[in-house]
């Protein structure tokens, strides 16, 4: 595939976001905006739909518009209301109108919490969102109670539909093992020469999910693998100088990494002068393009290999034609990981309250359950037994810095997604995430 080269005048929203994530301010400006906001909707009806009637059906979106993850939210936000958009202009739901209202949680587990028993007292238990893996452990049982049901779009934790299973639970993103041994996957075939590794990775339970799932399927795969080193910093750690010296004279080919946003950007910063990363390859995952091209304006992007789930090129299908091309018309922009996953845990809940005949959350939760339908990435599944997405492929790039402050997508790789997802085990440890 030809590589696709970033303008820097195409940075200019990314980077207003990104300032956003990494503030520390705590700064309330997307609260106002956003709080108890809907979704647009179509006055009239599209493709010769006749216009939604009715009460509208009303989801919830759980997502942070204020704090270090700021920019997560303000993203999710942009997808989830595109797909309300072109769903109403289509009929709606039903023949009736979809709505979105949002609550900002900071991407704090008990504002979570709160927010969720918030949008139960307001008859709204159809919620999505849900950027932390804390978030999404603490919500499940108390959403399980109230019989409410929650489609995460962000976390990653494997326990979610494995040993902390929940009937309320649904996932229309990727988990830990299927993003990570997808990137896992793409080194054994572009990398193969890289066998001796670190890692510098988040502190939490995200961070060491990753890296046991890279060192378990790298193990299994590779003849002569090793992870020499790991080192583990906490979540928004002012300073990464002790970390990248605890592994930065280890004689690896390889450094893993599963920080992201605020923390990715000071992390690779703060490498240059201890040389990290040269004459070895960088992996990571999840890294989006609001991280991406500010790194590359500042000169701190280095060659990296990136699971990032969905890169729009990528993917050539009627359903993500549609997308990218209506993203562009609202947004100006190509989409991103964030934005697509808020717009097919959307169309998600559209088809399943389709399938259903009801709104009702008992009757959603059940057409959830094997729910098949398109999306940007292709076909898709919500698995009965755990309730996990599987995606027909998921996107690994390589992105290579240019003159100017750009980048380039040297290469892209698509990885099957029945290839790196484990049969369902609801209640059980996912086989990845045991340390051999």
Known sequence: ???????????????????????????????ASTEGATGGTSATGGDGAAAPEGDPIVLGGVLPFS??????????QQGADLAVKLINAKGGVLGRPLEIEYKDTQAIADED??????????????????????????VAPIADQLEMVMLSAYCQTNKATGENFSEAFFRATTNAEIITRSLAKAMQEREPQATQWVSISPDYEYGHNTVTVFKNEMGAEVDGFAMLAETWPP???PTYNDYITQVSNEPAQGVFSS????????????????????GKVFATIGMDLDVIGPMAASGDLPPTWDAIVYYAPAFSNPAN???????????????????????????????????????????????????????PLGSTTIRAEDHQAVFESIAVIKLEPTDGGGYEVADTVLVTGDDVTSPPNPGEQNPFDVES
């Open 1 to 31: 595939m030809s590589g696709k080269r970033i303008r820097l005048g195409s940075l200019v929203l990314v980077l207003g976001l990104v300032a956003a994530a990494c503030g520390s301010s705590g700064d309330d400006t997307g609260t």
């Open 67 to 76: 704090g270090p993850q700021a920019s997560t939210g303000e993203l999710g």
């Open 113 to 138: 919490v709160a927010k969720v028993r918030e949008f139960h007292e307001e008859g709204v238990d159809l919620t999505f969102g849900y950027t932390t893996s804390s978030g999404c452990l603490a």
């Open 235 to 237: 979540f928004q750690s």
């Open 259 to 278: 920080l992201y946003a605020g923390d990715m950007l000071n992390m690779l910063k703060q490498q240059k002068p201890f040389g990290l990363l040269e």
């Open 321 to 375: 034609d549609e997308f990218v091309a209506a993203f562009n018309e609202e947004y100006g922009i190509d989409p991103t990981f964030y934005p697509a996953t808020n717009y097919i845990a959307v169309l998600a809940y559209a088809a399943a309250i389709e399938k259903a005949g009801s709104a009702e959350p008992a009757a959603v939760r059940e057409a959830l359950k094997g729910l098949t339908f398109d999306t």
